[in-house]
């Protein structure tokens, strides 16, 4: 029996495995689960879509009885509750429970239909909901990040927790099975050995879920990084290189041409510096330096088309802050805005100045204007559904969402000159080569914010 338990523990994990795989096939199952907020509608449709082939797998098991390992109702209880909330717990453990209790094993409906409560409970606990995609059942890992990360200072760590609640799910499931030999059903040894590899399977069984889901989530956002990323690219060529500001440049050069024809030259060059970055294939990533080289031009332009009395540039930047990697075309819409929406209303126009710093393993990049201002300081958070037209604060807060998770920040606040000061706080990335393709960017950021 012993032998026929251990080989159902390994053909369970390829069922974990082969549910998940499915069912991320199809891009509805997917849209429903990334959403960030779901409906009530869609917490119904996310049960149906998980709960089904698991209670399609409790009457395989309970109509072939030497086929154990199809049955993983405790674990798809649990994905259920932590993926999606306490209702969605409640009626998928109603959904895989209703099977066993047909067959006369009526207490695997409560079980199942309070571990998918509690396991919601346990959703609510994490701070991050990526601590829930980023679960792993190597807990001897979790357990030395979490030392490194905290030690003076502990605190709890929702991962060992939540390994721990699976844990606490399926011993109580054992010990219940045990009273109840008639109307509950669980995979149980006198070796403990063997009773060690059914604990640590239903922790498998559920993050091999996890991972997978995981990975395909990765890959939607790295699309959509790229998505942004292009648009990003487009929608600057359209704001600087439109007829507008063509027409605006070019006649100041023809102003120029007849009075200060070195001036003409160099704003000639300026211009065909602007279109060549914007027209080649940008990368992912860039020095600061080229950031702000960049940024020379474009305020260059500006400066001789408003004049400079009415456009004034000052910068602070601190050489060592200068090789550090940023995402490309960060910078431009800031200072866009600081002319259009901060100097523009004003008739004697104003200063805007450019700072950067490295403080406490990050890099801090400014852009502040002595303008009219925008009122109190604010945190500037990602939209709850990624899209939307412009380039704005969203998109950018967005990008540096996806690539740095929470390591990075946007912050607008008033200036101390009276306008608006933009903050950026973007962590240092530590052996990063400028240059990488996006997908490639993606892993490299989250892979060294996360050391």
């Known amino acids: 029996m012993d032998r026929l338990i251990a080989i159902n523990l390994l053909i369970k994990l390829g069922v974990a495995a082969a549910v998940a795989s499915a069912l991320v096939r199809s891009r509805k199952f997917k849209e429903l689960l990334f959403a960030e907020d779901r409906t009530i509608s869609q917490q119904i449709a996310l049960v149906l879509w998980i709960g089904i082939p698991f209670a399609l797998g409790v009457v395989v098991r309970v109509g072939t009885p030497n086929f154990l390992a199809a049955d993983c109702s405790l674990e798809a209880s649990i994905l259920m509750g932590v993926l999606g909330g306490e209702l969605p717990g409640i009626l998928g453990g109603v959904l895989v429970g209703l099977p066993a209790a047909a067959s006369g094993e009526w207490m695997s409906l409560p079980l199942n239909i309070l571990v998918g ?70 995979m149980d040894s006198t070796s403990w050995l063997l009773l060690a590899g059914i604990f640590a399977t239903t922790v498998m069984a559920v993050a091999i879920p996890l991972k997978i889901w995981n990975n395909t989530r990765l890959e939607l956002k790295l699309e ?40 003409a030259r160099e704003v000639i060059l300026k211009l065909s510096n602007i279109l060549r970055r914007l027209l080649r294939q940008s990368d992912a990533f860039v020095q600061l330096r080229e950031e702000f080289g960049f940024i020379d031009d ?13 456009l004034r540039v000052e910068k602070d930047l601190d050489s060592a802050s200068l090789d550090v990697v940023v995402p490309s075309m960060l910078l431009q819409p800031l200072v866009e805005n600081s002319i259009k929406h901060g100097l523009a209303p004003k008739v004697e126009g104003g200063t805007i100045y450019l700072r950067s710093k490295l403080s406490d393993g990050v890099v801090v990049v400014e852009v502040e204007d002595d303008g009219v201002g925008m009122g109190a300081a604010h ?17 950018i807060a967005e990008r540096l969402k996806v690539l740095y998770g929470d390591a990075a920040r946007l912050v607008i606040d008033t200036g101390s000159h009276g306008g608006t000061l933009v903050r950026l706080n973007l962590p240092i990335l530590q052996n990063f080569e400028p240059g990488l393709s996006v997908t490639a960017a993606y892993y490299e950021a989250r892979s060294s914010t996360s050391r």
Do not use: C
């Open 117 to 186: 409560f509690m396991a919601g409970l346990v959703r609510n606990l994490a701070k991050d909901q990526e601590d829930v995609w980023s679960f792993s059942p190597f807990i001897d890992l979790s357990i030395y990040h979490w030392i490194r990360r905290n030690v003076p200072r502990p605190k709890a760590d929702w991962q060992i927790a939540f390994f721990g609640f699976i844990l606490l799910m399926q011993l109580l499931r054992t010990e219940l099975r045990r009273v109840f030999p008639h109307y509950l059903y669980a």
């Open 298 to 310: 474009y305020l260059d332009i500006e400066v001789v088309r408003f004049g400079r009395d009415k």
């Open 224 to 263: 959509e990084q790229e998505r942004l990323l292009l648009h990003a690219r487009m929608e600057a060529l359209q704001s600087q290189i439109n007829p507008h500001f063509l027409f605006n440049t070019l006649n100041s050069v023809s102003s120029l041409v007849r009075f200060d024809p070195d001036k």
């Open 379 to 395: 945190f500037i958070e990602p939209p709850s559904g990624i899209g939307g037209s412009g380039i704005g604060m969203a998109n």
